[in-house]
């Protein structure tokens, strides 16, 4: 029953630190994204891929890095952390069949940049 | 701006009362999907309406698209302390058919 799981739970990094956010899936979808979600605006779209090899830039994409090596696995990279990209991270899978696809979210990572 | 505008922001209700949270936007979509989330975990999706007009039920909550599909509306009947926690919708938009945007969220809390 694993899911859609993300490491780490909790992280807190310096200005300019990096770091990447694990996310991996046991379901064998194509579709995985990465969201990231503040006060009062939802969540919004950072990056997505539609298989292996290939990824594509949401909403937000400024200052992420993703790779798609094998369909089960999406790092998401902050190359130089800012305290902007605070927040909680959701890295989210789907089969994407069609119109109204259900889409399964990890449990989150909260991030502090200081 | 949001793309898909939801109201109340926040709801605070008694036990037994209904409610109605809206979802609108100027944009149409291909299909709208109301997710509820609870603290320290991700969303989890309740229902996706696909076609205009569409109402579906799910137990005490009705959800219903509009003719236009522009927007959707989220009615809890007789609410339980159970329903509290932070109601998304989000949508696909009609030729971004892989990205779905979320809504800001409203936040319902039930009392006893």
């Known amino acids: 029953n694993a899911g859609v799981t993300q490491t780490p739970k909790f992280q807190v990094l310096k200005t300019g630190q990096s770091m990447t956010l694990q996310c991996a899936q046991d379901?064998?979808?194509?579709?995985m994204s990465w969201y990231r979600q503040d006060p009062g605006m939802g969540l919004r779209l950072i990056h997505y891929s539609v298989g292996a090899g290939i990824t594509d830039q949401g909403e937000v994409p400024n200052g992420y890095n993703v790779s798609r090596s094998t369909t089960e696995d999406f790092p998401l990279r902050l190359l130089s952390a800012a305290p902007s990209q605070t927040s909680v991270y959701f890295c989210?899978?789907?089969?994407?069949?069609?119109?109204?696809?259900?889409?399964?979210f990890g449990e989150g990572s909260w991030l502090t940049v200081v | 701006t949001q793309l898909l505008e939801q109201s109340p922001q926040f709801l605070s209700i008694q036990e037994g009362e209904n409610l109605t949270v809206y979802c609108n936007s100027s944009s149409v979509f291909s299909s709208l999907q109301w997710y509820r989330q609870e603290p320290g975990e991700g969303p989890v999706l309740l229902v996706t309406v696909v076609t205009g007009g569409e109402v579906k039920k799910l137990k005490r909550l009705t959800f219903q698209f509009g003719d236009a599909r522009k927007d959707s509306s989220l009615h809890i009947t007789a609410a339980q302390p159970g329903d509290t926690g932070l109601y998304l919708c989000?949508?696909?938009?009609?030729?971004?058919?892989?990205?779905?945007?979320f809504g800001s969220g409203t936040q319902l809390t039930v009392l006893p």
């Open positions: 379901m064998n979808h194509e579709y």
């Open positions: 989000a949508g696909f938009r009609s030729g971004s058919a892989r990205q779905l945007t």
């Open positions: 989210a899978s789907s089969d994407w069949t069609g119109v109204g696809n259900t889409i399964y």
